[in-house]
């Protein structure tokens, strides 16, 4: 049972891996002068939608059997409105998140709301289709002892090393070395978050040792960027 | 004993450090080697003859002399955009109104009218564009290096060779007016001086109308050879209005008027040079390198022909030093020795020859001289130097030699051609450049074994800090060994400088201090690390949990980065925001954040929460939320460093008095007014909450009568200053003698209140009443005659009783047996009402050195450490007997805050951000720069420093005082009734800050661990920035960012470690007046010979219904054996 769900599991993250490298590729056919760098909003937009709709599908394909206990369409279209309504909230309340850490109240605004979406895609969709639009299990979830399944170790550590990653990537917004994806400042966000995320669903075929080891894994991911980062400033200042 | 060996434990630490950063500094900020060689007239410069054979002519020294006269104007910051003409003939954009465009219009004028006689150049400054950095460079030719900075207020004689000496020398007259500061430089120099005061900015016009005063007279007299005038009102306008506003206009015209004044009465034998010495932003500072700071306005006129041909479109831009060499040789003088500028080669030419071989000739002489001087200075200086790069120093002596081979042989083919001229030029003019850059490049000289000294000093401290405040913690602690290393070393360093200076060798104060500091650490870090690393592993050690070593070493990180310096202000908010959001992740995760039904589900009942929460989840949650908003507002005052380029800052860091319109200023005023209402109303609130507002000792009947007071003259203060200018004139006097006093009065009452602090700090209500504990009746109050039957059922029975308790109580008073309860309210927050009322006063006069709008920033802060404070509190358990301790989140969240309000109160790291007009707050007049305005202006500096220092201590007091929120707000389950009645007291009491003074030893062992960890959490600052100013002491920006910054970061440590010392002090001085409170109260009653009890009231903000409990776990060593304490809360 636990070896077929970590197969499944590794193939989800796979899969997702997939859908955000496509987003970069396939959208280049469609629109013309598609560049990540000069239409990063764009591709952000794009990037969301195809993260939520892989999300979406795995949750079809392989949770289906879970929760399709109640199957009445009248509760099937509240639980999908209320998903709405919890994926809104998520947005805005990372909206306000990010401006009071200091992020413009005015300027860029729709640069920082386009953060708060992916950050949502990243965070709140999964834990929609998991846990469904239930609070409780979610604050049960990331709370010490709360996790009963492999599936919601993953959706924990995903998480927070998506926090993690949106957290570093404010850290090259000071940097004066006027690279192009410097530009946008909220796009540092962007990319580290992107890239931490696929960090950890690297490492999720890890997750069959403990909880702590992965953590640890996270710790660690996390402390080798800020010194690349760091690394990279020396690097900057000898040249 | 235990309190002084904590407090001379925390001294020594702060010494260590103090040594360590003096040890740095002073291989860091070292200056540029002057040399005291002179050039003189008998004496050339180099071999070859002297061009025109001028040696015998009199007045003639190296050169003939040009000019006999000279009137030098300096204009302090005048830029050089001051002097061009009004954009109107600029097509394509749209003509800007500027104040300060077009109004010096006598050199477009001059310029216009006679081409060949006057030009106008843009001087480039060198950085630091201080002023008196720019009068030495004026004087010198030479680069005057950083650390004059620090001392422009406090000027030293030029003791290089510079033009004013030569010009002495050579006997002529020189005249001076103007800036005092030319006084301290040159002292004695000159044969006629009016000096004025430069210090006070604010004052546009007594300097300018001082020298206005004296130039005629004067310039008719004909008694001077040189004449130096130096107006300052340009700078003290941009100082104080900055260069858009219309006074800045008046001050540019009155300055055009006096040149016009000037140029009219020239003679033919003057030459005339207008200067500024540095530019200015556009907030009207300067210090730095920007554009606008370094370029100044440069304009020579003659009244004979000077120029071969018309000015140019658009001015030449020369280095500002070019001037120095120019002057010497036109007026006849030798160049400076020191000199390394290059001379404006067009000046030389011969005009009245027509013919341009002359010319060029006469160009290429000059700048022979020029070079030979420069040269010789070189191999002078690379003699006792050896800062110069030897690679660039022996290409630049080929380069010269070269072109003085080639200049020797024109000469001798004297029908040479133009164009061989004009490649000499070039080459001397090739080399004076790349000696200047060279020179640029390397003239900071470091230490460096000092500096990795000071470093490692640093470093070792820091390691101390750690180890002792980890075995701090640990129950079995003791002061005593930790001592005795620190005495010896000291003793051992005392002897061996005693025994050095008896053998007269003599010793650098720096270099005993660092050996005294160095002879002391290293036995007390054998002992600590001996004691240590016996038993854990080394990990152990460092701050945890590990989120919080990440953050520390992220702001570790970001002292190496010029970037993230520029930025802390935004990233110290950043990096506490991160804090915060931890803290209320971590209580969550653990469990605490929500009441655990809410996790509990059906499905997940085996989920057992940890433990009970102390405290709402709701309420931490509302915690954090306020925290972060408080924290964004206040990110709002923020002033922009000068490098940002798409920065504005807030407008609301100016005095109200820059306003300009009257509606906009009033709303301000009364906001600003409301502000500190608001903030007196939260102190008095917070008292009267944990009811220390009910005492009648003096320091909080001080807090209730005097606090109003401050408040009240400070918004007088403010209402007078800014609207002094609007003031009718009968009443200017009155309001000037207002300004003065408001201000000393606020600052008397605050001292006095600190000192009736320190005088009674304990503030407790004491109520003795008689009668066992337990049968206390309740009268009702007499609320006029009994009016029915009923009442009097009711009345009748309580007066009897109370008639016969009172009775039995006299009885047993006379039989001596009934135990007199003594019912001692708000000892439960003794502490921390002494501190957060010292911290009121504190805070109040460092209010008044700011700007009004600044009060925000204040009120925020007591905002925002309460919610932090109370944030960490739901996050810390209460041991109850055992060792206290204080975790890292919250010294590090502490150290965040601190930093984040330097910034929010409009500071910089940097030394034109500096608010100089704290200086001025209750000062009349300002006689130079005197202790007290360094004082005041340091005050204003590191205002946050001190207050975060001060109420370090209230992070360890801070979980005890909300203990007594936790029991009254929670409701007994159900199921404890029956315990509950049994022992209710053990529910029911809380001890709050009485359990600190349960367990002394504890509580000095937790102090000294606090104290250490925030010295380490600053000290780890103070080391990042030494390395980063160390191993970056090349790069491009470390006069600029790095070696500010550690200063700042330098100078804040000392304020935090002086004001850490004193808060814990406060804390052992309350301490103490408790311990003999209690010793005091018993005798007294012992002397009554009664048996007494005593009853703590921690909450009790009304005594009526205290209900005292016995609470048998609790001993008082003072009490006399035979009298049983109580604690008691109102229910």
Excluded at chain 2, 178 to 203: C, I, K, M, Y
Aim: aromatic share 10%.
């Amino acid at each position: 049972m636990k070896d077929t769900d970590i197969k499944r599991l590794l193939y989800a993250h796979l899969l997702c891996i997939f859908s955000i490298i496509l987003s970069i590729f396939i959208p280049s056919f469609f629109l013309e002068n598609f560049s990540i760098l000069e239409t990063h909003l764009t591709w952000l937009c794009i990037c969301s939608v195809f993260v939520t709709a892989v999300n979406l599908i795995l949750y079809l394909v392989v949770k289906s059997n879970v929760s399709s206990k109640r199957s009445s369409l009248s509760y099937k279209v509240t639980r999908f409105l209320k998903c709405c309504i919890y994926l809104l909230m998520s947005c805005f309340s990372f909206h306000v998140i990010f401006v009071l850490y200091g992020a413009p109240l005015i300027e860029l605004v729709l640069e920082t709301f386009l953060l708060a979406v992916i950050l949502s895609t990243f965070t709140t969709v999964p834990c929609l289709c998991l846990l469904g639009p239930n609070f409780k299990a979610w604050l049960r979830v990331f709370s010490r002892n709360g996790v009963t399944s492999i599936w919601e170790n993953s959706l924990q550590i995903t998480t927070i090393s998506s926090f993690i990653g949106t957290w570093l990537g404010a850290f090259p917004i000071p940097l004066d070395w006027g690279r192009p994806w410097q530009v946008f400042k909220v796009f540092g966000f962007h990319m580290s978050s992107i890239l931490t995320f696929q960090m950890a669903i690297e490492r999720k075929h890890n997750i069959c040792r403990s909880l702590c080891v992965c953590t640890r894994h996270c710790c660690t991911n996390s402390r080798i960027l800020t010194t690349t980062v760091q690394g990279r400033f020396h690097s900057h200042f000898y040249t | 004993m235990q309190k002084i060996s904590v407090l001379l434990f925390l001294a020594w630490i702060g010494f260590l450090f103090y040594a360590g950063i003096a040890l740095f500094t002073s291989g860091f900020l070292l200056t540029r080697l002057e040399l005291n060689n002179h050039s003189s007239c008998q004496e050339p410069p180099g071999p070859g003859s002297l061009p025109w054979g001028s040696r015998g002519e009199p007045g003639a020294c190296w050169m003939a002399s040009r000019f006999r006269r000279l009137v030098l104007v300096v204009i302090d910051a005048l830029r050089f955009d001051f002097a061009k003409p009004k954009l109107s003939q600029v097509s394509g954009e749209p003509p800007v109104s500027l104040p300060f465009l077009g109004k010096l219009s006598s050199f477009q004028k001059i310029l216009e009218i006679q081409p060949h006689h006057a030009r106008l150049y843009q001087s480039k400054a060198d950085p630091p564009t201080t002023t008196m950095q720019r009068i030495k460079a004026l004087t010198t030719g030479s680069l005057p290096t950083f650390v004059d900075a620090g001392s422009n207020f406090a000027s030293y004689a030029v003791a290089e060779d510079n033009l004013i000496k030569q010009l002495t020398n050579t006997g002529r007259r020189v005249v001076f007016m103007g800036d005092e500061t030319w006084n301290d430089l040159f002292p004695g120099a000159f044969s006629q001086a009016f000096f004025f005061s430069s210090f006070d900015v604010r004052d546009l016009h007594t300097v300018d109308n001082g020298i206005l005063e004296h130039l005629h007279p004067t310039m008719d007299s004909g008694e001077w050879d040189v004449l130096i005038f130096h107006f300052l009102g340009v700078d003290h306008c941009g100082h104080k209005h900055g260069p858009h506003h219309p006074e800045m206009a008046k001050k540019l015209s009155q300055m055009d008027q006096v040149i016009q004044g000037l140029v009219e009465r020239l003679e033919n034998d003057t030459l005339l040079v207008v200067t500024g010495d540095h530019g200015m932003t556009t907030s009207g500072n300067h210090g730095g390198d920007s554009e606008l700071e370094n370029s100044a306005a440069l304009f020579l006129y003659s009244p004979t022909a000077l120029f071969p041909s018309a000015p140019p479109e658009e001015p030449e831009v020369i280095p500002q030093i070019s001037l120095v060499p120019t002057l010497a040789l036109l007026l006849g003088l030798p160049i400076p020795f020191g000199n390394i500028g290059e001379l404006i080669a067009e000046v030389f030419s011969e005009v009245e020859d027509s013919q341009p071989h002359f010319s060029a000739l006469a160009q290429a002489s000059a700048l022979h001289l020029n070079a030979q001087q420069v040269s010789r200075f070189l191999r002078t200086y690379s003699a006792v130097a050896q800062d110069l790069q030897v690679k660039e120093l022996h290409r630049l002596q080929n380069l010269f030699s070269k072109a003085s081979a080639d200049y020797q042989q024109l000469l001798q083919s004297p029908q040479g051609a133009e164009a061989a001229l004009q490649t000499v030029i070039t080459e001397l003019q090739q080399f004076l450049r790349g000696v200047r850059a060279m020179c640029i490049e390397s003239w900071a000289r470091f230490s460096l074994v000092r500096m990795a000294a000071g470093a490692a000093l640093l470093a070792a401290t820091c390691f101390l800090c750690l180890l002792v405040s980890q075995s701090a913690a640990s129950p079995g602690f003791y002061f005593r060994p930790l001592l005795i290393p620190v005495v010896w070393g000291l003793t051992g360093a005392m002897v061996c400088a005693g025994l050095l200076a008896a053998t007269g060798l003599k010793l650098d104060l720096v270099v005993l201090g660092a050996m005294a500091a160095v002879g002391s650490l290293l036995p007390c870090l054998w002992k600590a690390w001996i004691g240590w690393g016996s038993k854990k592993p080394l990990t152990a050690l460092l701050p945890m949990p590990e989120p919080v070593l990440l953050l520390l070493l992220i702001r570790f990180a970001g002292f190496f980065s010029d970037s993230f310096v520029i930025a802390e202000a935004r990233a110290a908010p950043f990096l506490l925001v991160s804090l915060v959001l931890l803290l209320v992740a971590q209580l969550h995760w653990e469990g605490k954040l929500l009441p655990p039904k809410l996790l509990t589900g059906p499905r997940f009942g085996f989920l057992t929460p940890t433990g009970p929460s102390r405290h709402n989840g709701l309420h931490a949650l509302g915690l954090g939320g306020g925290l972060l908003l408080c924290i964004r507002v206040s990110g709002l005052f923020h002033r922009c460093p000068e490098e940002t380029p798409a920065c504005s800052s807030s407008p609301w860091l100016s005095p109200l008095a820059s306003m300009v319109g009257g509606r906009a200023k009033n709303l301000w005023y009364g906001a600003c007014v409301g502000v500190l209402v608001t903030l007196l109303a939260v102190v008095r609130l917070w008292l009267r909450h944990y009811g220390n507002l009910k005492s009648p000792e003096p320091p909080v009947l001080f807090v209730r009568w005097g606090l109003p007071l401050m408040v009240l003259g400070t918004a007088a203060y403010w209402a007078l200053a800014s609207g002094a200018d609007e003031a009718p004139p009968r009443l200017r006097a009155l309001v000037a003698g207002a300004l003065v006093m408001l201000p000393r009065a606020v600052a008397g009452l605050a001292a006095s209140g600190l000192v009736l602090l320190l005088w009674r700090p304990v503030t407790v209500l004491v109520k003795a009443s008689t009668g066992a504990p337990r049968t206390r009746t309740i009268l009702t109050p007499f609320s006029g005659p009994p009016t029915s039957q009923a009442d009097l059922d009711y009345v009748v029975p309580q007066i009897y009783r109370h008639m016969q308790e009172e009775f039995r109580g006299r009885l047993e008073r006379t039989k001596s047996q009934g135990p007199l309860t003594v019912a001692a309210y708000q000892l439960g927050s003794v502490y921390s009402a002494a501190m957060v009322t010292a911290l009121t006063f504190l805070a109040f006069p460092l209010l008044l050195l700011h700007a009004e709008r600044i009060s925000f920033v204040f009120l925020l802060l007591f905002l925002q450490s309460f919610l932090l404070l109370h944030l960490l509190a739901a996050g810390i358990p209460i041991t109850t007997p055992g060792p206290f301790t204080v975790p890292w989140q919250a010294v590090s969240a502490w150290a965040f805050m601190a930093t984040q309000t330097f910034y929010s109160t409009g500071h910089q790291p940097v030394f034109p951000a500096i608010h100089w007009h704290a200086a001025f707050v209750g000062v009349s007049e300002v006689p130079g720069f005197t202790w007290l305005s360094a004082l005041m202006v340091g005050a204003n500096t590191f205002a946050s420093h001190l207050l975060f220092a001060v109420g370090c201590p209230l992070l360890l007091l801070w979980p005890f005082l909300c203990e007594s929120q936790g029991p009254r707000k929670r409701r007994q389950p159900p199921g404890n009734e029956a315990e509950a009645r049994v022992r209710p007291e053990e529910e029911e009491e809380p001890l709050m800050e009485m359990r600190l003074r349960d367990a002394p030893h504890h509580f000095n062992a937790a102090l000294l661990q606090l104290g250490l960890k925030y010295l380490f959490v600053l000290g780890i600052q103070i080391l990042a920035s030494a390395l980063a100013a160390s191993i970056l002491r090349r790069h491009l920006m470390v006069w600029k960012v790095f070696a500010p910054k550690f200063i700042f970061e330098a100078i804040g440590f000392i304020v935090s470690s002086v004001g850490l010392c004193l808060g814990i002090a406060l804390v052992m001085r309350v301490d103490g007046a408790v311990s003999s409170w209690f010793r005091q109260l018993v005798l007294s009653h012992q002397r009554a010979g009664e048996q007494s009890s005593l009853v703590y009231t921690g909450a009790g903000s009304s005594a009526r219904e205290a209900q005292p409990h016995l609470l048998p776990s609790c001993s008082q060593e003072p009490l006399a054996p035979g009298t049983s304490s109580f604690y008691n809360l109102k229910p």
